[in-house]
């Protein structure tokens, strides 16, 4: 099994792209990514997608953005995982170097999202929950987030003033280091007020609790670590040392406990076998914050916090971009958008800017180990991915 | 590397499954397989479905058919490539074992195509060609592999009514086949003059040069081989030897010449380098009929015959059951049904059925190399894969 690096980056600034098809902004990250890695041709091409097919009436998806990117007749593959199709992109493509199939592999996410009229992008979404049991009895993505959410502070007894206040600083904290990411579809401070008294959209989440619409893209270029080492010089390597995958029950019903997401739990042990950390090694991490409640159930999924503990670790500022564990330094979901498929990838990516020590304005100090964490539907799948700056 | 074998296989009886969802028939199909093999668990998923989001309003497939084959918290993985979705599913999961991240993984396609209404089937088929620059000026399938049959009869200058005759030839002959397997959606004896004077669809394809719409799942398990020689003794060992895959442009205007499938050229290629072996070593083969022309340039494609000899192979009964190059032994995706993310793991399943000596009416002497060719769209990408008796 062969070591993988990281050798590229990139990404389209997201946002409502009106202007631009979904093809137009995967060409524009992949030739970013391509440039950034210094190639010029690929071997192969990886995309995580949600739902092209109900968002822009297109699949086949993968063969299409390969010809549009020059690239044909190079293998290429669409994989879906829901909101964690980023993450499994990046699983197949580390495979597929890893095996010593390919050498430069690239591995993408886009979604456009926005060529559908409300209600449309609303149904897309909801398709990654059960549709014969969730949905068709009326539940949609912020409504099976807000029973979570309403199970979790119920379970561990939180005041709900309190509770709201932790989800708040959520928000807040994720605003805030958006307004650093020169990517992110929202720059646009929040006070806790404006969180905790925005429209609401399934109780107790309000408007700026969930994540929003987007349109976006982004790729990474992958290779093997001995190769980078040797030939992509460009950046300081960044090395791909533990990853995980796990599914849990789509359906809420189904599960025993509806506050700890037993997928991740499940992707972030594999991971940290597979690297050889546990989670205080850890540095910093991208996590799946499509609601604020996510977050705080996820770190805690991740071993980073103990259970019922997450929203307290928020609102301490521990999870704050100068806090002792980072979480989403690049905005989040939340305030960077969340075009389903790029998420993943797009995780990837602040991860390996961080580690290179590129990340701007919002650059932490000197970290070594990174944790991205993405999900899909409401935790029906995980994937995990740990990376190191060598 | 490590050497990949099939373990099991399964599949459901192929039809217009009223009364079965899409779940169920993926269960019915890899409980089969996983009994076939004699395992009760598996370590990893894949499925390949090419639009379960358009037919059924359901995506993050994979995690919901782990589930409801009570397999969470296996990692689980949707791949798509249209109708080549089944194809790429069994690279992956090859992938997987020969990296030897699992040891007991299912490989699997599905898709219910019969719960939406007729509208509905013609448009989600077509997202698999290119959406903006194709569908949006009316193109369908049927349409598109009329063009690639018009402009092969005018380049290899074949009077038409030989033409029509050669097409019709394919399509009796895999009927004949689909008499003899129990899952083949039609079994329906076909003369040269039905398919002839059939109702036209487009011309010069009518009703019977095109394949159907069809409710199926199929499943294979894979282990390394090591492991199937030493612990799953129930059936011969079949190992999987090569594989490809690669993509062309997905629209037709893009393309040189439309008359030979340049994915299928290159993936094969790909296959036989892996293999070693060479067109003439292949005893049989499963390609991707489509449509009757499909057949006919891929098997030139594939390089059984010289370019636009395709249809003289087939009038001569070369790619009958008893001719010296046996074609869809199975029926083919004419009379088998092709329900499209399926269709690529049926075609391992009889390539391993027919070198086990278990393909009963059908059953050809002794074969011992197999090869599959699955192709997506109007060859936008194309999987191939050989296996092997040992």
Redesign the interface.
Known sequence: ?RDVALIGVGVNKWGELWEQ?L?DIFVEAALKAMDDAGVDRIESLYVGC?????F?????????L??YLG????????????CASGG?AM??GW??V????HDIVMVSGVEKMTDVDGAGAT??LA??????YE?FNGATFPGLYAMIANAYQTKYRIPFDKFRDQLAHVAVKNHDNGLLNPHAQYHMKLTLDAVKNATMVADPLRLFDCSPITDGAAAVILAPLELARKKFRKHPPVAVIGMG???????LH?RDDLTSF??TE?AAGQAYKMAGVKPNDVDFAEVHDCFTIAEISVTEALGFFAAGKGGDAAMAGVTALDGKKPINTSGGLKSKGHPVGATGIAQIIELALQLRGEAGERQLKNPHLGLAQNM??SG??AIVHILKSL
Chains 1, 2 share one sequence.
Do not use: F, K, N, W
């Not at 007749?73 to 669409?78: E, F």
């Not at 398709?127 to 014969?132: C, L």
């Open positions: 099994m098809s093809r949600m739902a092209p097919g109900l822009t009436g297109q699949e086949h998806l993968a063969s299409l390969a010809d690239q044909t007749p190079i293998p290429a593959a669409r994989v879906e995982s829901a499994l699983r197949m495979m597929e890893a095996l010593g199939l149904y897309a398709t990654a929950a059960d549709q014969e949905c995958a796990a599914t849990d029950t789509i359906a189904d037993r997928s499940a899909g539907g029906g799948s």
